[in-house]
């Protein structure tokens, strides 16, 4: 199981899911992604969408000031 990164702090939608839908694409089955989000509409978009895409969204943890953690299996 591979655990990758991805940094959209600095995006905004819709480019915050499509920029994690195409790192999610590189990984095989199994292996994890965490992406670096902000509060508001990526906080909530990104989630709701890799769910309805059929991947897996373990954990969404705060991490400081408005930037959020989540974890999603692919």
């Given at each position: 199981?591979?655990?990758?990164?991805?940094?959209?702090?600095?995006?905004?939608?819709?480019?915050?899911?499509?920029?994690?839908?195409?790192?999610?694409?590189?990984?095989?089955?199994?292996?994890?992604?965490?992406?670096?989000?902000?509060?508001?509409?990526?906080?909530?978009?990104?989630p709701r969408s890799a769910t309805e895409q059929g991947?897996?969204?373990?954990?969404?943890?705060?991490?400081?000031?408005?930037?959020?953690?989540?974890?999603?299996?692919?």
């Amino acid at each position: 199981m591979v655990t990758k990164q991805l940094d959209i702090t600095k995006e905004h939608c819709p480019m915050t899911f499509v920029k994690t839908k195409i790192e999610l694409s590189r990984l095989q089955p199994g292996d994890l992604l965490e992406v670096l989000l902000t509060e508001g509409e990526p906080l909530e978009n990104v989630p709701r969408s890799a769910t309805e895409q059929g991947f897996r969204v373990l954990e969404i943890i705060h991490v400081k000031d408005d930037i959020h953690k989540i974890t999603i299996e692919k």
